[in-house]
C-alpha cells in the first residue's frame, strides 16, 4: 500500500437502507473512538462507528450534490461524541473542509471549539497537521492563501493522504459571524471540495423565525448563503428536541431529507429514569417555597436547604473518593427563572448560607446550634443512603463537610455583567450555578447531581421544556446522589415529554429502518395538549390538535376530484368483496334506509391496510385528523396486535343525499335518531351503530347536490369510531403534496 493510500476498514459490506454510498472507518476515526471509549467493550466503540458511518453514508456523495440530514439524541446523550466522530470519518473518506455552526454565545462556542480540540487532537501534534482549526473566520488575504493552500494539497498527487490536513471552522451561530464566513467562502475556490456542516443544536436560531409573514429572519438567510457558497456538501442538523426542523416547510432548504436516531450508552440516564413512573430522585417543590407576587419570598426557603445539604453531603462523599478521570467534577444547578435580578437574590442566599453553616460548623463540638445543623444534614443523609450504595458513614461525612464548602465555587451564570461567564471547572471540585437561559440549551454543566428549579414549565413549547433537563447525562456512577427539585407543572410537563420523547423516536427509528425519505413520514406526535411542540413563529404550516377517544371521525369534506371518488369506490368495492356482510335481525324490517349490513371480528390491522390508508380525503383539515386518527389506531396496534374492529355498510339498498357547499362540505354525515310519540327511539341514529369497546368502520355511499342539483353520485366516505381506551392526545400536521 502506497503512503498516499488511507488505511481503511469496512464497516458493513452492503449498503443499508437509504444509503447513498458506503464510507470506509479509517484511522481517524478509530484512534479517536479508541481515545474516547478505552474503557468501553469493543462492541460499544464498534457502535459508535457504525453509527458514524451509517451517517455519513445517507449523506451526498462527497463529490457531488448536496443533502440535509436530521441527527437526534437525547439531552445530554452525547451528540458531540457523535459528530466528532463522524467528522474524523468524513476526514478518512476524503472530505476536505468541515463547518461546524456551534452555539448562539461565545461560552458554548468556547465549549464545542474546546471539545473538538481534545476529541480530533488538534493540539497534539505528532507529525503533519490533520486538521487546521479557525475560529469566527474572517475574509482576510490571509486566511484565503492559507485555506487555499491546504485545499490545494488534496489535489496535488505527491502529497500523501496522512500529510493533507482537512480544514475545520467552528462559527458562532450569529448573523454577523455568519456574514463573515460567508464573504470568505464566496472567495476561495470550493469547486470539488468534500464538504460536511455540522449544525449543532440545530433546532434553535437555524430556523425562518419570520416564514409566516412571508420573509427570511437573518441568521437563516446566512445559513442558506453559507451553503450556496460551497457546491458539494452535507448539512447535518444535530439535535435532541427534532419537533421544529420536523414541522417546518418540507420544501425548506433546511428541511431534512433523511434521519439517524442516536442511542445512549448503557450509563447514560434519561427521561425514562427519572420520570417513567415513582422515582425517589425527584422532588416536588412546596408551592410556598416558590416566590411570586402573591408569594413573595425573604429568605431561602426549605426546600433550597434540604438540596444545598444534599448537595455537599455529595461533594464530601466525592472528595472521599478521590478526584479522578471518572470523578471531575460534582455541581448543583439553581435554575429560579429568566430574571438576572432573581439570580442575584438565589446566588446572595447560597452565599449568606455557606457563611452562616461554615460558622456553626466551626463552634466546638456539643454546641446546641451545631448539633441542630448536623441533624438536619443527617435527615438528608437518610435519603441520601437509600439510593447511594456504600455511602460512608454519616460521621465521617460530616467531618468533611467544612472542606466541602471551601472547595465549592458559587457562580452566577447569566449576561448580567455584559457577558456570560466561561466555568473553568479546573478552579474547583464543587459548583454551584445560579441563572437561566444561559444554562437551558446546549451548556453542559459537568458532574451535575443536584438541580433546583422553582419555574414552571413557561409557555410550553415541548423542545424547551426537555432543553431545561441538564440533569440528564451519563451519570449511571453517581446517579444515587443525583435530585431533581421540580416545581409540580413542571414535573408534569417532563413526564408528558417523556411519552412524547419516546412515541417520536420510534416514529423516527421505523424511517430510518426503511431507509425511505424522512419527507414521506406522516407528521403526527403523542403530545399533551398542555404542551406546545416548538414555537410557531418558524412553522408555514399549521397543525391540528386532537384526540378521537369515544368519538366519530369523518372527513368533512365530500366532494373530491372525480378522480380520488373513483379511487375510493375501487377501494371500497374491493374491501367489501373480500369480507361476508349480514343484515343485523333486529333491522330486517325497517325501511331501506336504515337497514345496514354489518360484519365483526374483523382484523384491525388487515382494514387499516386495506381500506383506511388507501381511502383518500382533500379536504387540508380533514387530511390532519385522519393522520390523527391513524396515530392513535397505530398505537393501539402497537399495544396489541390481535385488535379486531367491526365494519358497516350504511343502508347499501338506498344511496343517501347529501348537500355540500361551494367548498363541497357536507353538514352532516349521519341520519339523527327517529322519535316515537312516546319520546323512545324507532331508529336510534346512525352514530349509535358502533361497537362498545372496540373500533368500528361505517361506509356511506352519497349522492351530493348542490343548490338543488346533484353534482356526483355513489361518493363514497368512511367514518371511524374508537373505543375511549384508545384515547391518545396528538397533533398532526398536513403538507400538501
Known amino acids: 500500500m502506497s503512503d498516499s493510500q488511507a488505511v481503511v476498514i469496512p464497516i458493513q459490506r452492503n449498503l443499508q437502507p437509504g444509503a447513498r454510498w458506503q464510507p470506509e472507518v479509517g484511522e481517524e476515526a478509530r484512534d479517536l473512538v479508541a481515545r474516547k471509549l478505552g474503557h468501553e467493550s469493543q462492541e460499544t466503540q464498534d457502535q459508535l462507528l457504525e ?11 462527497p463529490h457531488a450534490g448536496r443533502e440535509t440530514g436530521l441527527v437526534v439524541g437525547y439531552v445530554q446523550s452525547g451528540k458531540t461524541l457523535s459528530f466528532s466522530t463522524v467528522m474524523a470519518l468524513a476526514r478518512d473518506n476524503g472530505f476536505q473542509l468541515v463547518i461546524v455552526v456551534a452555539g448562539i454565545s461565545k461560552p458554548l462556542l468556547n465549549q464545542s471549539t474546546q471539545r473538538l480540540r481534545r476529541d480530533l487532537r488538534i493540539d497534539d501534534v505528532d507529525g503533519p497537521l490533520r486538521w487546521k482549526l479557525y475560529t469566527n473566520p474572517t475574509d482576510n488575504e490571509n486566511n484565503r492563501r492559507h485555506i487555499q493552500q491546504t485545499l490545494q494539497d488534496w489535489r496535488d498527487p505527491d502529497v500523501a493522504q496522512s500529510e493533507r490536513a482537512t480544514v475545520l471552522m467552528t462559527v458562532m451561530k450569529q448573523y454577523r459571524h455568519l456574514r463573515a464566513l460567508v464573504t470568505l467562502l464566496q472567495n476561495l475556490d470550493l469547486a470539488g471540495v468534500p464538504t460536511l456542516i455540522v449544525d449543532d443544536e440545530a433546532d434553535q436560531a437555524s430556523l425562518n ?68 413512573g415513582a422515582n425517589d430522585l425527584v422532588e416536588v417543590i412546596d408551592p410556598q417555597d416558590i416566590s411570586t407576587d402573591a408569594n413573595p419570598l425573604f429568605d431561602p426557603p426549605e426546600s433550597l436547604l434540604q438540596a444545598l445539604r444534599v448537595f455537599l453531603l455529595g461533594v464530601a462523599a466525592g472528595q472521599a473518593e478521590g478526584r479522578s478521570a471518572r470523578n471531575t467534577n460534582r455541581s448543583m444547578l439553581v435554575h429560579p427563572s429568566q430574571r438576572t435580578d432573581s439570580h442575584a437574590e438565589y446566588r446572595r442566599w447560597i452565599g449568606d448560607v455557606f457563611d452562616e453553616w461554615q460558622r456553626i460548623l466551626g463552634l466546638p463540638e456539643g454546641d446546641a446550634d451545631r448539633n441542630d445543623l448536623l441533624e438536619d444534614f443527617q435527615s438528608v443523609y437518610v435519603s441520601l443512603s437509600a439510593t447511594v450504595d456504600g455511602l460512608l458513614p454519616f460521621a465521617e461525612l460530616s467531618r468533611r463537610l467544612p472542606r ?45 447531581t443536584v438541580t433546583y428549579m422553582p419555574r414552571g414549565p413557561g409557555v410550553g413549547n415541548a423542545d424547551t421544556v426537555q432543553q431545561r433537563g441538564r440533569f440528564f447525562g451519563y451519570k449511571r456512577r453517581y446517579l444515587g446522589f443525583c435530585r431533581a427539585y421540580l416545581e409540580l407543572d413542571a414535573l408534569t410537563a417532563f413526564q408528558d415529554y417523556v411519552e412524547h420523547e419516546e412515541f417520536m423516536r420510534r416514529q423516527l427509528q421505523e424511517i430510518q429502518r426503511s431507509g425511505r425519505p424522512l419527507r414521506d413520514w406522516k407528521r403526527a406526535f403523542v403530545l399533551s395538549p398542555d404542551l406546545q411542540p416548538c414555537r410557531r413563529s418558524v412553522l408555514q404550516h399549521e397543525y391540528t390538535r386532537g384526540d378521537y377517544g369515544n368519538r366519530w371521525f369523518y372527513p368533512s369534506v365530500a366532494l373530491a376530484p372525480g378522480e380520488v371518488i373513483h379511487t375510493n369506490r375501487e377501494v371500497v368495492e374491493a374491501f367489501l368483496a373480500t369480507i361476508q356482510l349480514e343484515t343485523n335481525p333486529d333491522m330486517e324490517q ?98 349509535a351503530f358502533h361497537d362498545a369497546d372496540a ?42 403534496g
Not at 243 to 263: H, M, R, Y
Not at 425 to 444: C, E, H, K, N, P
Request: hydrophobic share 40%; glycine share 8%; with cysteine.
Open 51 to 61: 453509527s458514524a458511518a451509517s451517517i455519513l453514508s445517507k449523506s451526498a456523495n
Open 404 to 448: 466541602a464548602f471551601r472547595d465549592t465555587k458559587i457562580e452566577e451564570v447569566n449576561a448580567r455583567g455584559r457577558q456570560t461567564p466561561i466555568i473553568d471547572w479546573s478552579q474547583s471540585y464543587g459548583w454551584i450555578l445560579v441563572g437561566g437561559q444561559a444554562m437551558d440549551r446546549g451548556f453542559t454543566v459537568e458532574g451535575l
Open 209 to 276: 423565525t419570520l416564514v409566516a409573514r412571508g420573509r427570511q429572519s437573518t441568521t437563516y438567510r446566512r445559513l442558506l448563503e453559507m451553503r450556496d457558497a460551497i457546491p458539494n456538501h452535507t448539512y447535518l442538523q444535530y439535535t435532541a428536541t427534532p419537533q421544529a426542523p420536523l414541522l417546518i416547510n418540507i420544501i425548506d432548504a433546511l428541511s431534512p431529507g433523511f434521519v439517524e436516531v442516536l442511542e445512549p450508552g448503557t450509563d447514560y440516564t434519561g427521561g425514562r429514569l427519572f420520570f417513567d
Open 695 to 736: 373500533v368500528t368502520i361505517q361506509i356511506h355511499r352519497l349522492n351530493l347536490r348542490q343548490e338543488g342539483v346533484v353534482v356526483a353520485e355513489n361518493v363514497p366516505v368512511i367514518a371511524i369510531w374508537l373505543p375511549a381506551r384508545f384515547a391518545v392526545d396528538w397533533i398532526a400536521q398536513h403538507q400538501a
Open 590 to 687: 325497517r325501511e331501506a334506509a336504515q337497514r345496514h349490513l354489518f360484519c365483526g371480528n374483523l382484523s384491525l390491522a388487515r382494514v387499516i391496510d386495506d381500506l383506511i390508508v388507501p381511502f383518500r380525503v382533500t379536504g387540508a383539515q380533514d387530511t390532519r385528523e385522519l393522520i390523527g386518527v391513524m396515530l392513535q389506531l397505530s398505537e393501539a396496534l402497537r399495544a396489541n396486535e390481535q385488535e379486531v374492529c367491526t365494519v358497516y355498510h350504511m343502508s347499501p339498498e338506498f344511496p343517501r343525499q347529501r348537500a355540500t357547499d361551494e367548498n363541497g362540505k357536507i353538514n352532516e354525515l349521519f341520519q339523527g335518531p327517529t322519535r316515537l310519540a312516546s319520546g323512545a327511539y324507532s331508529y336510534p341514529g346512525d352514530s
